[in-house]
């Protein structure tokens, strides 16, 4: 299985690169598909999710998808997915996203969609791929709702947790308590700012950064 799970998605030159190793061919011959869905129950301005498009858009891919699998049934969204090369997987609300990829199907589907296929998690879509997401620790620093308690059960893609956006003013909270959440959480993480990211391939984990991360427990 190949993951780039990172902070706030194709933010620099590195991170980039990263994908386009995992790939093996060029941008130009990949069709790309995002899931925003994670975004459905954020209040406010969405600029940072039309960032993110727009990031996706400069690389060039020969195909943009977007399907939200909360909006259509697995019907329509399963047939656009194995279309991809990459999934990517958008940030916004944690445990509304893993309570969709349950409900939607996508949860039982997606480990062998990826055993062809790269999948790019921004946020809340690196978080997922965790063991458990920890909600409670993980609300201690976005102070986000919890949409379903029964959803703290991850992909367990990984057997660590991605912790985004480390040093962003957007969420000072990380910087602030990461250190004391650190101490009641009982899986390893690492803490991303924007310009890093965790590269898997087949189990070996490698951080890509341009910026500052640490790994905890």
């Not at 978080?127 to 993980?138: G, H, I, R, S």
Request: aromatic share 8%.
């Amino acid at each position: 299985m190949k993951l780039l799970l990172t902070s706030s998605g194709f933010t620099n030159t590195s991170i980039t690169n990263a994908l386009r190793e995992l790939l093996g061919k060029d941008f130009k011959d990949t069709n790309l598909v995002f899931i925003p869905t994670a975004a459905n129950v954020e209040t406010g301005g969405k600029e940072w999710l039309i960032d993110d498009f727009i990031a996706c858009k400069k690389l060039g891919f020969k195909e943009i998808d977007i399907v939200d699998i909360a909006a259509v049934p697995q019907e329509v969204w399963e047939p656009r997915l194995k279309n991809a090369d990459i999934i990517m997987v958008g940030g916004g609300n944690t445990s509304y996203l893993m309570g969709q990829i349950k409900k939607s199907g996508l949860g039982t589907l997606l480990p062998d969609l990826l055993e062809t296929r790269i999948y790019v998690g921004i946020s809340a879509g690196s978080m997922v791929t965790a063991p458990k997401l920890q909600e409670k620790e993980m609300q201690m620093l976005y102070n986000e709702p919890i949409f379903d308690d029964e959803t703290n059960e991850g992909l367990g893609f990984v057997d660590f947790l991605v912790v985004p956006h480390m040093n962003s003013p957007h969420f000072p909270r990380v910087a602030e308590q990461i250190d004391e959440v650190a101490k009641d959480t009982d899986v390893p993480f690492y803490a991303l700012d924007d310009q890093s990211a965790v590269k898997v391939t087949d189990g070996n984990v490698e951080v890509v950064s341009e910026g500052k991360w640490k790994r905890f427990n």
